[in-house]
C-alpha cells in the first residue's frame, strides 16, 4: 500500500479510510499492525497537507482531508490509549513538518482546515481518556506538542502579516483568518488544561505538566498583543472579547473561572496596548484598538460579577477609562464617552 501511495492520492487515501473503519477489532491490539498503520497514515496525511504545491497534479486536498479526518477519528476511537497518543503525536509531527517543507499559503490552509476538523475530537480524548499515572506517550505531552505547534502557527502568521504591505489581499485575509482560529483554539485548551488541573488528583508531576501548558497558552496570546504589528495587536485584542462574550453564555462556573484566570494574566498587557494607542490616536486603527480594549474590559467587569474580585474588577475598569479619557486626544475621547458615564452608573 506505501508503494501504491505514491501513484495516487485520493486511492490510497480511500483505501486507507476503509481498512481502519472496517478491519476487525482485535487487529488493533497487534503492535505491527498499528505500527504499519500510523505509518501509512502519516504519510497520508503528508501527501495531502503538501498537495497542490506548485506544479502537483493531485487532487484538491479539500477533497481529501474530510476523509482522512474521519479516518484519525476512527482510528483513535479504536485504538487503547497507548496508541492513542502516539496517532496524536504523529498527526501533530507531520502537520508541523509539512509546513516548514512547504511554506506556501495553501499548505498552511490544509494544515489548517485538517486542524479544525480534528481539534474537537482531541480535545474530548485529553477531557475523557486522559489517565493519571499513565508511563506512555502521555496527553500531557500530546497537549503541550499541541499546544507548541499553534504557538508555531501564530507566530508564523504574525511574521507574514507583518510582510505584506496589501493589508486587503487574499493572503492577508487568510493570514488573518488562521491567527484568529489558532488563538481561538489556544484560549480553549488554556481552559482546558486549567479544568484537567482542577479536577485531577494524582499528584505533582502533572500539575507541573499542567501549569507549563497553561502558562504556554498565556505567552502566546501576549506574542499577539505586544506584536509590533497593529493588525495583529486588533487581532488579539479580537480573540479574546469574542472569546469574553462566548463566556456570558456559559453555564459552567469552572469554565467562566478559567477563562477569568487566563484574561487576568494577559490585562497588564492590554494596559500597555491601550497607552501604545493613545500615543498615535490620529490613526484610525489606534481608536479602534481602544475602543476594542474597553469593550474588552467591560466584559471583563461583567464577568466578575459572579466572582470574588468584583470590587478590583470595578477599579481596574475605571482606570482604564479615567486614563482614557484624560490622556487622549478628541477622536479617543470620543469613544471614552460613549462608555465613561454608563459605566459610572453601572459600577456605582
Known amino acids: 500500500a506505501l508503494i501504491y501511495a505514491d501513484c495516487s492520492g485520493a486511492p490510497v487515501v480511500s483505501l486507507f479510510s476503509k481498512i481502519i473503519r472496517l478491519c476487525p477489532d482485535k487487529f488493533f491490539e497487534e503492535e505491527d499492525f498499528v505500527f504499519v498503520a500510523l505509518e501509512l497514515y502519516s504519510h497520508c496525511l503528508a501527501m495531502v497537507l503538501r498537495s497542490r504545491d506548485g506544479n502537483s497534479q493531485e487532487l484538491p486536498?479539500?477533497?481529501?482531508?474530510?476523509?482522512?479526518?474521519?479516518?484519525?477519528?476512527?482510528?483513535?476511537?479504536?485504538m487503547n490509549n497507548k496508541h492513542l497518543w502516539k496517532l496524536m503525536m504523529v498527526l501533530l509531527s507531520t502537520s508541523h513538518q509539512s509546513s516548514q517543507l512547504v511554506s506556501t499559503d495553501q499548505c498552511l490552509s490544509n494544515i489548517i482546515s485538517f486542524l479544525h476538523n480534528i481539534l474537537p475530537f482531541m480535545k474530548k480524548?485529553?477531557?475523557?481518556?486522559?489517565?493519571?499515572?499513565?508511563?506512555?506517550?502521555?496527553?500531557?505531552?500530546?497537549?503541550?506538542?499541541?499546544i507548541s505547534l499553534l504557538a508555531y502557527f501564530c507566530t508564523e502568521c504574525d511574521n507574514r502579516i507583518s510582510m505584506l504591505e496589501n493589508k486587503i489581499s487574499d493572503s492577508y485575509r487568510l493570514l488573518a483568518k488562521i491567527l484568529f482560529f489558532c488563538s481561538g483554539e489556544v484560549i480553549a485548551l488554556a481552559k482546558l488544561v486549567h479544568e484537567i488541573e482542577f479536577l485531577n488528583e494524582n499528584g505533582a508531576k502533572n500539575d507541573v505538566h499542567m501549569c507549563g501548558s497553561f502558562r504556554h497558552c498565556i505567552h502566546i496570546i501576549q506574542g499577539s498583543?505586544?506584536?509590533?504589528?497593529?493588525?495583529?495587536?486588533?487581532?488579539?485584542?479580537?480573540?479574546?472579547?469574542?472569546?469574553?462574550?462566548?463566556?456570558?453564555?456559559?453555564?459552567?462556573?469552572?469554565?467562566?473561572?478559567?477563562?477569568?484566570?487566563?484574561?487576568?494574566?494577559?490585562?497588564?498587557?492590554?494596559?500597555?496596548?491601550?497607552?501604545?494607542?493613545?500615543?498615535?490616536?490620529?490613526?484610525?486603527?489606534?481608536?479602534?484598538?481602544?475602543?476594542?480594549?474597553?469593550?474588552?474590559?467591560?466584559?471583563?467587569?461583567?464577568?466578575?460579577?459572579?466572582?470574588?474580585?468584583?470590587?478590583?474588577?470595578?477599579?481596574?475598569?475605571?482606570?482604564?477609562?479615567?486614563?482614557?479619557?484624560?490622556?487622549?486626544?478628541?477622536?479617543?475621547?470620543?469613544?471614552?464617552?460613549?462608555?465613561?458615564?454608563?459605566?459610572?452608573?453601572?459600577?456605582?
Do not use: W
Request: with cysteine.
Open 61 to 78: 486536498s479539500n477533497n481529501l482531508l474530510p476523509e482522512l479526518s474521519s479516518a484519525s477519528e476512527t482510528m483513535g476511537c479504536r
Open 225 to 348: 498583543l505586544r506584536s509590533t504589528n497593529m493588525q495583529v495587536q486588533m487581532l488579539g485584542i479580537h480573540v479574546l472579547k469574542t472569546c469574553a462574550q462566548r463566556e456570558l453564555t456559559e453555564v459552567s462556573q469552572t469554565e467562566t473561572h478559567s477563562f477569568m484566570i487566563l484574561l487576568g494574566e494577559l490585562l497588564g498587557d492590554v494596559f500597555d496596548l491601550m497607552q501604545t494607542a493613545l500615543k498615535n490616536c490620529s490613526s484610525q486603527e489606534s481608536v479602534n484598538v481602544i475602543d476594542d480594549c474597553l469593550k474588552l474590559l467591560f466584559l471583563f467587569h461583567t464577568l466578575a460579577q459572579s466572582q470574588k474580585y468584583q470590587q478590583e474588577a470595578t477599579v481596574l475598569l475605571l482606570d482604564a477609562l479615567l486614563m482614557v479619557f484624560y490622556l487622549s486626544d478628541e477622536n479617543a475621547s470620543q469613544v471614552a464617552n460613549r462608555y465613561l458615564f454608563p459605566s459610572f452608573i453601572s459600577c456605582v
Open 125 to 146: 480524548c485529553f477531557r475523557e481518556r486522559a489517565e493519571p499515572g499513565d508511563v506512555h506517550t502521555n496527553p500531557q505531552v500530546a497537549l503541550g506538542a499541541l
